[in-house]
């Protein structure tokens, strides 16, 4: 697998292809890291699997010039998918180097993401690494997490995300780490009118949370990383799924997996039906 992805780097940067490749690279201690790569002798240090946790999306400028080679797992691909459907990103700057993702550990642990993985797959690739027996996923699958949360009551429900956004100590790690979150000027920014105070208390917790979540409606593809990078363990994947799966259930649209498709947010038309808002399990 290593070779593969060298080999296509090496081609790419020496046929003037691309600018840079950015994939992944091992530590001596055997941790991981992203990388980009310029030279094309510097390809060996390129590396595939466990620890791969970081969504590479994270790591490209939207604006700017470079014509990049990156390496993209499914969640990863549906990133950049979703961002040049929201018309953030040129796609023509982009050579994809796919790969239908195995499933990753992390400190020796299965990634809980890749466990409710619904395409492993990028949705969009110029070449595809397809390792022997990985099966390519397509399709949604039963949501143990969320089915969990669905089956509280609304108090409950509001009881459990109260408790999770008490422990927000404000640090913005999971918005700073997200590919979507691309605002030029941060609600939490903003002095004039102050959307979100700086105090942390439970009233401005939640409200930043929450507005967060509401951003990402319909957007989120469950990359996991604000998971990943949140110092007190709230569980940002659920709160985001579960605004997925509303988002899928009412408008039909799946973020990430159609470039030519209006995300759902974004497409507004006269005969919308009012959301049901004293429907059970919203």
């Known amino acids: 697998m290593y070779s593969e992805i060298e080999e296509t780097a090496k081609r ?16 001596s201690d055997g941790s991981v890291k992203p990388v980009r790569i310029t030279d094309p002798a510097d390809v060996d240090n390129l590396y595939f699997g466990d620890g791969c946790v970081h969504n590479l999306m994270s790591f490209i400028k939207l604006n700017g010039d470079e014509r990049i080679g990156i390496f993209l797992k499914g969640c990863d691909g549906r990133t950049m998918v979703q961002l040049v459907a929201e018309g953030e990103l040129d796609r023509e700057r982009f050579s994809v ?12 642990k299965p990634l809980p993401k890749c466990a409710f993985c619904r395409v492993n797959t990028p949705p969009d690739y110029d070449e595809l690494i397809h390792p022997e027996g ?5 399709e949604a699958i039963e949501d143990e997490e969320l089915s969990s949360i669905n089956e509280l009551t609304r108090a409950e429900r509001f009881k459990f995300f109260r408790h999770q956004f008490d422990k927000c100590i404000r640090c913005y ?16 920014e903003k002095s004039s009118p102050q959307w979100v105070e700086v105090s942390i208390k439970p009233s401005s917790n939640a409200y930043w949370n929450l507005i967060r ?22 569980p940002l994947r659920v709160i985001n799924r579960k605004l997925a799966n509303i988002v899928e259930n009412y408008f039909e649209y799946v973020p990430g997996m159609n470039p030519e498709l209006t995300p759902a947010m974004l497409d507004f038309r006269e005969d919308d039906e009012c959301l049901d808002h004293g429907r059970e399990g919203s």
């Open 173 to 188: 790690a999971c918005r700073d780490v997200c590919p979507l979150c691309y605002c030029r000027e941060c609600v939490t």
């Open 134 to 138: 990985v099966e390519i996923k397509d």
């Open 213 to 234: 979540a509401y951003h990402l409606a319909g957007r989120c593809v469950n990359c996991g990383e604000c998971d990943r990078v949140c110092p007190v363990g709230i």
């Open 12 to 27: 790419w940067l020496e046929a003037d292809k691309i600018d840079s490749f950015i994939g992944y690279s091992q530590r």
């Open 97 to 108: 180097l796919g790969i239908v993702c195995p499933g990753l550990e992390e400190d020796g």
